[in-house]
């Protein structure tokens, strides 16, 4: 069974018929050709699917996309003010500042997830962000940077 869904996705709404079973990562990937977020693990273990459903951080791999219907949702896409060629989101930027990553693989979800940290309000040390963030795994193992710039950002 399919299912329609009206949704905001990075200030663009849409209206799409989905196999109830799709997932909001794949409704992103699939279906808007905004691959920016990853699928590592498709379980809800690695946080690379990571996104912001109403302000909120949700591993998009465990959210039903029918479920979504009027939601807001923020993508790696949507987080610079400038659009894809312009000016770096502050996290975005501090990222590159600190050399928080070597792969890559996982930071639109690292970054999704320390904004999201951040509009929590849970930046107060850095062992109160990687309590807050200990859902997004990296396998470079880039952990003081990312929790770097997620405090100078927090800042
Ligand atoms: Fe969603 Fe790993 S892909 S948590």
Request: negative net charge.
């Amino acid at each position: 069974p399919s299912g329609r869904v009206s949704l905001t996705v990075n200030g663009k709404r849409h209206t799409i018929t989905v196999d109830n079973r799709t997932s909001l990562l794949d409704l992103l990937r699939e279906h808007l050709g905004l691959t920016g977020s990853k699928k590592g693990c498709n379980a809800g273990a690695c946080g690379a699917c990571t996104v912001l459903v109403d302000g909120r951080r949700v591993n998009s791999c465990l959210t039903l996309a029918v479920r979504l219907e009027g939601a807001e949702v923020t993508t790696v896409e949507g987080l610079a003010p400038g659009g894809e060629d312009g000016e770096l989101h502050p996290l975005q930027a501090a990222f590159v500042e600190q050399d928080a990553f070597q792969c890559g693989y996982c930071t639109p979800g690292q970054i999704m997830s320390g904004v999201g940290c951040i509009q929590e309000g849970h930046t107060g040390s850095a062992e109160e962000i990687r309590e807050w963030m200990s859902g997004n795994i990296c396998r470079c193992g880039c952990y003081v940077k990312i929790v770097r710039a997620v405090e100078q950002t927090a800042r």
